[in-house]
């Protein structure tokens, strides 16, 4: 069924409430372009999430490239070592396609259509959107709720992706000794991790409009949203290999030698100054251009938060940075802050790679509620 479509959650309530108590373990593996990172949550006293324990095993460069497997062999033994530090017996996993590899499309139908007409009728407006024969992609739908100011019609976001990108990942998870039950879109996932954080913002986000900026190594996504529904979504060739590249350059470094630098400290006094600096002012510039493009692009004129992601957003002060440039209340995302937390996580290193860690957690909830 995998192979067949995307698993976007699709599930009716009575079966999800009938087997959520028995809900089996759900490893969120996610592969990036710079690392393996999985998580494991589990569903514990009174309804509360908890942390069982989570991995991060780095890439080697062009292992992944443009979110597509390139090196099988590398990205398998990644993923081989990740889970062993996991210490889980756990071998399901959800996993994810990058955006850019997923056509998406909302459409409009009428409201109370059996599922089979629903499946007809997803299938005829695809055919209009998507560039490729339905037999060559991976196909699914989900119903997003009422369209507004018109109770007779319901939206419906439809997804859509070559089936080689599913299975690669999908043979990624069978190398490794794992199964892939779901597989999401990144984005999507981190959205859903994002749900974890709204309790940090004031009156729990309701009616507040958020920009989730994922800066990854050579993607930076913006996905703005308001009361869980996302209403702009942007992607931007922009992220943490460029430090290192400007940390090469400056120091007559490796890209290896640059990497680990970044990473573990040790570089000249000058570093700060001369390259961190503007490193992190040309991403604060890269976010309000960003929004730029939202606030022309919507009838929305301002956003009430920017909440960072991913590898480069513990940058130390880049939130300053990004907050003082926008005039936007900025935070580093953790959607472990909230939770419980196994014993076995510790709690400062959690701190630093949380912000990494959103599609990986994301996909660990697929099978809880929150």
Not at 219 to 235: C, D, H, K, P, W
Not at 271 to 299: G, H, I, K
Request: charged share 25%; hydrophobic share 45%.
């Amino acid at each position: 069924m995998l192979k067949e479509k995307f698993d976007l959650g699709r599930i009716s309530e009575a079966v999800s409430k009938a087997f959520k108590p028995k809900a089996a373990p759900l490893i969120g593996l996610d592969i990036s372009s710079s690392a393996v990172k999985l998580v494991e949550m589990s569903l514990g006293g009174k309804g509360r999430l908890r942390l069982e324990r989570y991995a991060i095993e780095p890439l080697p460069k062009d292992a992944v490239v443009d979110g597509n497997v390139a090196n099988l062999e590398e990205v398998v033994e990644a993923v081989k070592r990740g889970w062993k530090k996991l210490g889980t017996r756990v071998k399901a996993v959800a996993m994810a396609l990058p955006s850019a590899a997923v056509i998406t499309k909302k459409i409009a139908v009428p409201a109370g259509l059996r599922e089979q007409e629903l499946e007809t009728q997803v299938e005829s407006e695809a055919n209009q959107y998507i560039p490729f024969a339905l037999d060559e992609v991976s196909l699914d739908f989900q119903i997003i709720g009422p369209v507004v100011d018109n109770p007779e019609e319901v939206e419906v976001l439809i997804a859509a992706s070559r089936k080689e990108k599913i299975e690669d990942r999908v043979a990624v998870a069978e190398a490794s000794g794992l199964k892939a039950l779901i597989m999401d879109i990144d984005s999507f996932a981190a959205q859903h991790a994002f749900e974890l954080i709204e309790s940090q913002l004031v009156n729990a986000g309701v009616d507040q409009t958020v920009a989730l900026v994922d800066v990854g190594a050579s993607i930076m996504t913006v996905n703005v949203l308001r009361n869980r529904q996302s209403l702009y979504m942007r992607e931007q060739p922009f992220g943490g290999d460029q430090l290192t590249q400007e940390i090469q350059r400056a120091f007559s470094l490796s890209a290896d030698e640059a990497e680990a630098a970044k990473k573990n400290g040790g570089l000249p006094q000058n570093y700060e100054r001369d390259v961190l600096n503007p490193f992190m002012e040309m991403l604060a510039l890269e976010v309000t251009r960003a929004l730029q493009f939202f606030f022309t692009s919507t009838q929305f004129n301002e956003v009430d938060y920017i909440v960072l992601a991913g590898g480069c957003s513990t940058l130390p002060g880049l939130d300053g940075v990004v907050g003082k440039r926008a005039q936007v209340q900025t935070r580093v995302a953790n959607p472990f802050e909230s939770i419980d937390k196994s014993d076995r996580v510790k709690g400062h290193q959690l701190s630093l790679d949380a912000p990494a860690l959103m599609v990986a957690c994301g996909l660990a909830m697929r099978r809880l509620e929150t």
